[in-house]
């Protein structure tokens, strides 16, 4: 079983900054892709930024700029820099990463975060 916990969500005025952290724990063999999805009130998840096992970065447009994804695979963990906050970047912000929990031929699953809410005031 793999387990990811979030942290560094909160409240932050718009123009500010807020780091987002999510490590995982478990029986992981390995980790793959990983990502940032986020959900606004009323609103469907999206994706916000990934990273994938060959190191390619995507960004949605309307954080490109402005947040930056990184990965610590020693730690399992990825991170979202994001700075110049907006008041539609609220939301609750989750982590996914994949990760294989079995032999080197075993598959790989999607495990997701609890979320992290975070607002921004104007």
């Known amino acids: 079983q793999v387990e990811l916990v979030e942290s560094g969500g909160g409240l932050a005025q718009a123009g500010g900054s807020l780091r987002l952290s999510c490590v995982a724990s478990?029986?992981?063999?390995?980790?793959?892709?990983v990502a940032w999805h986020r959900q606004a009130p009323g609103a469907q998840r999206e994706l916000v930024a990934s990273?994938?096992?060959?190191?390619?970065?995507d960004y949605a447009e309307s954080v490109k700029g402005r947040f930056t994804i990184s990965r610590d695979d020693s730690k399992n963990a990825v991170y979202l820099q994001m700075n110049s906050l907006k008041p539609e970047d609220t939301g609750i912000y989750y982590c996914k990463q994949r990760a294989r929990t079995g032999p080197a031929w075993g598959q790989w699953d999607d495990y997701w975060g609890q979320g992290t809410q975070v607002t921004v005031s104007s």
């Open positions: 990273i994938l096992s060959s190191g390619h970065i």
């Open positions: 478990g029986s992981i063999k390995s980790i793959g892709a």
